[in-house]
């Protein structure tokens, strides 16, 4: 999250505003994902974006709500269990599978 306001505080510098031509009064801040959560984090507490786009927000409080309810779920746990399936969860080589296969119907 602090990268979030340092990004904007950096955009809203006199000197950057100047040298990239920036109107710091047209700010639009956008995110993806964790970046989403980063972007939402820092609009609540700054009221100056002109805009705030979030595609597919984390809500990063609501996993940590699932994963309290799990049953013995703890980060070194969670952790673990990603490192021994790292190899089946790699999605780089699911891309050749993914790019043969039709995706939208065909019209």
């Known amino acids: 999250m602090e990268d979030a306001d340092a990004a904007v505080a950096f955009a809203r510098r006199p000197d950057i505003t ?11 801040l956008g995110g993806h994902s964790m970046g989403g959560f ?3 984090a820092h609009a609540r507490a700054d009221e100056r974006p002109l805009g705030v786009i979030l595609l597919d927000a984390w809500n990063v409080g609501a996993t ?3 994963l309290g309810k799990a049953s013995g779920a703890v980060p070194s746990g969670i952790a673990d ?6 190899a ?3 999605l780089l080589p699911w891309a ?8 939208l119907p065909k019209s």
Not at 18 to 28: C, G, Q
């Open 88 to 90: 089946a969860w790699n």
């Open 64 to 66: 940590g709500d699932e």
């Open 81 to 86: 269990e990603i490192v021994a399936h790292r």
């Open 96 to 103: 050749a599978d993914i790019t043969a296969s039709r995706l």
């Open 38 to 40: 980063a972007t939402a």
């Open 18 to 28: 100047e040298k990239f031509s920036i109107d710091a009064r047209r700010i639009v």
